[in-house]
């Protein structure tokens, strides 16, 4: 992310039920910010589940960072601030659970925002042998207008990352294990 003059990171790191982002302008330096989300005051998560695969997005001035939940059955959570540097304060609910699904895990969120329309989008799943979904995000960006029918990328895995350069969307993702 970059925001502020600054690149911003937000690992999976530390204690698997707490994030942190760092942050650096000269990316030599690093600042250490945080936990700017903490599992442990949050009643929806059950205390045998860590966090993982943060993904942020930045909409109208606020910051929304969305996250895997697990291990299975997993669930994509969504918190939002209006700094990068947090704290987050959560939804209080999973945006996205996978239910045990043998072909979804709910997992590895991304969120693009496609600047031909302004819509943003959720892209989510992982594990080998599962398949990638996508949903149309409403305006309020914690919850969905619809899901989007995709056709499974060939070898999909998980981390799915959408992009656009000169008029061209472009997805990737890895595949094998994990």
Do not use: C
Not at 8 to 23: A, D, K, L, N, V
């Amino acid at each position: 992310l970059l925001a502020d003059n600054k690149v911003w990171i937000y690992p999976t790191s530390g204690p698997r039920t707490q994030f942190y982002t760092y942050s650096s302008s000269d990316l030599v330096h690093w600042q250490t910010h945080g936990p700017i989300l903490d599992f442990r005051n949050m009643s929806w998560i059950p205390g045998d589940k860590h966090a993982w695969a943060p993904g942020i997005t930045e909409k109208n001035g606020t910051y929304y960072l969305y996250y895997s939940v697990g291990p299975k059955p997993s669930h994509i959570g969504v918190a939002w601030s209006n700094s990068p540097a947090g704290p987050f304060i959560d939804s209080g609910r999973a945006l996205l659970s996978d239910n045990n699904n043998p072909t979804f895990e709910a997992i590895d969120a991304m969120v693009f925002t496609d600047p031909a329309t302004g819509k943003s989008y959720l892209y989510a799943g992982g594990s080998a042998g599962s398949r990638l979904r996508v949903f149309e995000l409403n305006k309020d960006m914690i919850s969905f207008a619809r899901e989007i029918a995709v056709a499974n990328p060939p070898n999909f895995t998980e981390g799915a990352f959408m992009h656009t350069r000169n008029g061209i969307y472009y997805l990737s993702y890895s595949h094998g294990g994990w």
